[in-house]
Nanobody, 123 residues
């Protein structure tokens, strides 16, 4: 059973920072590339960032330079450090696991998903 559990969402003011966590089952973590996606109300789910086992990363242009994805292999957890947050970053953020060979932004390539955590950027 593959399990992904996100945490760390909340309300933050514009310009602020927030760190999301995704706890994964050990099998998931060792065999899959991990990613973060988000979905705002009335919009399609969109790619945010991805990371592979060795720490290679891939970011959406909209978050490059502001967000950082990382992983703690010992803790089987990935993180999304978000800085300089904007109101348009408001969304439900999802952690996902991709069994493929390359980092990708395609949601269809990710086989397993967490339940999501709400991030709201507002003054």
């Amino acid at each position: 059973q593959v399990q992904l559990v996100e945490s760390g969402g909340g309300l933050v003011q514009p310009g602020g920072s927030l760190r999301l966590s995704c706890a994964a089952s050990r099998r998931t973590f060792s065999n899959y590339k991990m990613g973060w996606f988000r979905q705002a109300p009335g919009k399609e789910r969109e790619f945010v960032a991805a990371i592979n086992w060795s720490g290679g990363t891939y970011y959406a242009d909209s978050v490059k330079g502001r967000f950082t994805i990382s992983r703690d292999n010992a803790a089987v957890t990935i993180y999304l450090q978000m800085t300089s947050l904007k109101p348009e970053d408001t969304a439900v953020y999802y952690c996902a696991a991709n069994p493929g060979l390359v980092l990708t932004s395609e949601a269809a390539r990710y086989a397993y998903w967490g339940q999501g955590t709400q991030v709201t950027v507002s003054s």
